[in-house]
């Protein structure tokens, strides 16, 4: 595309959002490039990793390598399998019966490479059959091409099928540092998507401030009502709308209950939804409500503010997770050496966590290299003791060769904003 007249690359301007529609006039998301794109970082990071082959369990790893998706409820229960042969295509054992001739249907570019998956867990006395099956399912394809002594990448796992496969004299290897360093690295299409869903999320964000937010109404109703609006506007799967208000800011409540809303209420907000394709939307606002901040509030609100882009103004390539970690405030990550998910920043996707933690608790003396398209999620809290509410702040950010770039773009608090 000719971008001389943006300066930029498309994909890069929050801005410029394409429709979720395809149109003969305008070359928008390119699905097949999308999927031959991811295709080929899986194929370049398991090359650089001397992997043989990948066998995929996880919902979001088979469909970055395959496209196909059959519902949030397959993601995780391990009841279908691909094995991409390092050299060859993917061949998908998708859950035998309807919707084996659903994805036969649907996925015509993976031709005659669909195959029955062999379930196996909750088998009860049948597990060790059933896993030695699956695994036998995986040997084959292995077999015809040539791969079976190879290294072989395997993201989830559990006690019957690790004896299964080690049963079959298979070199397993863990395919996650492959897989996390394949999707940390977005492709354009994919950030479109991206940015897609922000474009949602920000306009649900706007009906919570300036329509839904009254007193009287209960955490709980928030979030049906964002669940109805993003469903509406093209998101696949609302994963969860966090709602606390009042006292269940402090100490933070990361989750929605019947709890009334009340007038001078602080209300954090977490949107974390499934958009168009897959790809997620995760952030967060706080408002007032039917009041304006007082200024401990203002000061709340800017310490977190401040602290969140000190961090977001690091995501830029050439410096590391430890960076943005070392812009964080110090909080339990450094008490306990380990990550509270507070003062945080977190790879997302075609998951909510994807690929790269940042977290003092480690990235100070482990850092890893931040890299052009990548895209995270950053995010920063004022959990003081004693408060009686608090704050809590989050954008969705891209990595672009110029530096950061917010695809959230929801108005922020006016009075905290003025100097």
Request: hydrophobic share 40%; with cysteine.
């Amino acid at each position: 595309m000719d971008a001389r007249f943006i300066g930029k690359p498309h994909e890069w301007d929050p801005r410029r959002v394409y429709s979720q529609t395809g149109a003969d006039w305008q070359y928008r998301v390119d699905f097949e490039r999308l999927r031959q794109d991811r295709l080929q970082h899986a194929r370049e990071q398991m090359t650089a990793r001397d992997i043989g082959a990948l066998v995929l369990f996880a919902g979001a790893n088979i469909r970055y390598v395959t496209g196909a998706y059959q519902g949030n409820w397959k993601y995780n229960i391990n009841i279908r399998y691909v094995v991409l042969p390092n050299g060859g295509e993917p061949v998908l054992f998708e859950t035998a019966g309807s919707d084996l001739h659903c994805a036969e249907i649907d996925l015509p570019w993976m031709e005659d490479r669909i195959k029955p998956a062999i379930t196996w867990q909750w088998a009860e006395s049948a597990v060790p059959l059933m896993a030695d099956r699956m695994v036998q399912s995986v040997v084959d394809v292995l077999s015809a091409h040539g791969l079976k002594k190879e290294k072989i990448g395997i993201d989830n796992l559990d006690m019957a099928s690790l004896k299964a496969l080690q049963g079959a004299n298979l070199n397993i290897v863990d395919a996650w540092p492959a897989l996390s360093a394949a999707r940390v690295i977005k492709t354009r299409d994919e950030i479109e998507l991206l940015k897609m869903a922000s474009s949602i999320g920000d306009a649900a964000m706007w009906r919570i401030k300036y329509e839904w937010l009254k007193p009287g109404v209960r955490e709980r109703e928030i979030e049906a009502k964002v669940h109805e609006f993003m469903i509406e506007r093209g998101c696949e799967i609302i994963y969860d709308i966090i709602v606390a208000s009042g006292g269940n800011t402090s100490p933070y409540r990361r989750w929605a209950t019947d709890k009334i809303i009340r007038q001078g209420d602080l209300v954090i907000v977490d949107i974390n939804v499934v958009g168009p394709s897959g790809y997620f939307v995760d952030f967060v606002r706080c408002f007032k409500c039917a009041s304006k901040l007082n200024q401990a509030e203002i000061d709340l609100y800017r310490e977190v503010y401040d602290s969140m882009y000190a961090g977001l103004e690091k995501l830029k390539p050439g410096n590391t997770t430890a960076d943005v970690a070392a812009a964080f405030p110090v909080y339990d990550d450094d008490k306990f050496n380990t990550v509270t998910l507070q003062q945080f920043g977190h790879s997302i996707g075609l998951t909510l966590y994807e690929g790269m933690w940042i977290s003092r608790a480690y990235s100070l003396k482990h850092p890893a290299e931040i890299k052009e398209n990548m895209y995270f999620a950053i995010e920063t809290f004022a959990g003081h003791p004693g408060l009686q509410q608090t704050t809590r702040l989050e954008e969705n950010v891209l990595v672009t060769a110029k530096g950061p770039v917010v695809f959230t773009l929801m108005e922020h608090n006016e009075e905290a904003m003025r100097r």
